[in-house]
T-cell receptor, first 116, second 113 residues
């Protein structure tokens, strides 16, 4: 069990550019979540996948954001035409939905995005 | 919809003193409640979770929390603070069919030597 990993850990980009982040969940975890955390705030839920299916999207996820989990393993989060307001820490979490128990979400170290 | 309120954005205690971090929740259904800790430039680590099995929940690093339905609270405590406890603490709730967690704004715990 190597934990949830995210890549890159830091990203600096210019306004208007596209960026893509990757998340590798704990192996065999069937659920994967994306959150956004701005300075001084708690994480805010963006979206989640069960296997390859995207089951829920927050209203925070504008049309410029897209997430995929094509084979039910790793996931990517893409932001198109970045804006300065997109500057934040993007956190990924994974969990295993077992029968008869409450799942626990395990978080990765995050990708810190700065849009100039 | 569920929500979480953490009272006190900053809490300062002396090393060896009691730690009390407050969390109140709002949920239209029986909630699942969590406390996470975040160290600088790191992700969140689960301290403990309430899943209705027991109202007093023990977690890692000597922390525990008590679920009080009448007060809609889930306060986090530790009898004796250690310097290594200095971090940001988040209370979170999950319920009502939404699988994403709803977090509070966090409490920054400062340990005075």
């Amino acid at each position: 069990d190597t934990g949830v990993s995210q890549d890159p850990r830091h990203k600096i980009t210019k306004r208007g550019q596209n960026v893509t982040f990757r998340c590798d969940p704990i192996s065999e975890h069937n659920r994967l979540y994306w959150y956004r955390q701005t300075l001084g705030q708690g994480p805010e839920f963006l979206t989640y996948f069960q296997n390859e299916a995207q089951l829920e999207k927050s209203r925070l996820l504008s049309d410029r954001f897209s997430a995929e989990r094509p084979k039910g393993s790793f996931s990517t989060l893409e932001i198109q035409r970045t804006e300065q307001g997109d500057s934040a820490m993007y956190l990924c979490a994974s969990s295993s939905l077992g029968a008869g128990e409450m799942e626990t979400q395990y978080f990765g170290p995050g990708t810190r995005l700065l849009v100039l | 919809a569920q929500s979480v309120t953490q009272l006190g954005s900053h809490v300062s205690v002396s090393e060896g003193a009691l730690v009390l971090l407050r969390c109140n929740y709002s949920s239209s259904v029986p909630p699942y409640l969590f406390w996470y800790v975040q160290y600088p430039n790191q992700g969140l680590q689960l301290l403990l979770k309430y899943t209705s099995a027991a109202t007093l929940v023990k977690g890692i690093n000597g922390f525990e929390a008590e679920f009080k339905k009448s007060e809609t609270s889930f306060h986090l405590t530790k009898p004796s603070a250690h310097m290594s406890d200095a971090a940001e603490y988040f209370c979170a709730v999950r319920g009502g069919g939404a699988d994403g967690l709803t977090f509070g704004k966090g409490t920054h715990l400062i340990i005075q030597p």
